[in-house]
Nanobody, 124 residues
Framework: QVHLVESGGGVVQAGGSLRLSCAAS????????IGWFRQVPGKEREFVAA????????YYARSVEDRFSISRPIAENMVFLQMNNLKPEDTAVYYC?????????????????WGQGTQVTVSS
């Protein structure tokens, strides 16, 4: 069983920054990848970014690739999402997720374990 906890969400003005954290725990935590997704009411969960666990390759949605950065510290079961130059359209609940088998890092169905989410609100 993998347990994921997001933190770092909040309210920020457009152009501001936030750093989200995803802390993972579990008896044998060794995912293929950790991803960040976001969701607004009435819409499907949207891919934001992902990082492969062993190699550290990163992947981004086009809408965030020049503003967001995903990273993980060595020897820690954590992943960060640095979000810069935030826009009102970035407002959503942000979720981190862990993938046990590579079924595609850019889709929600590729992930097996999910956190509860953290709200990010960007005011104009």
């Amino acid at each position: 069983q993998v347990h994921l906890v997001e933190s770092g969400g909040g309210v920020v003005q457009a152009g501001g920054s936030l750093r989200l954290s995803c802390a993972a725990s579990g008896r044998t935590f060794s995912p293929v990848a950790i991803g960040w997704f976001r969701q607004v009411p009435g819409k499907e969960r949207e891919f934001v970014a992902a990082i492969s666990w062993r190699v550290g390759n990163t992947y981004y949605a086009r809408s965030v690739e020049d503003r967001f950065s995903i990273s993980r510290p060595i020897a820690e079961n954590m992943v960060f999402l640095q979000m810069n130059n935030l826009k009102p359209e970035d407002t959503a609940v942000y979720y981190c997720a862990a993938s046990r088998i590579n079924r595609g890092m850019g889709v929600a169905r590729g992930y097996d374990d999910w956190g509860q989410g953290t709200q990010v609100t960007v005011s104009s």
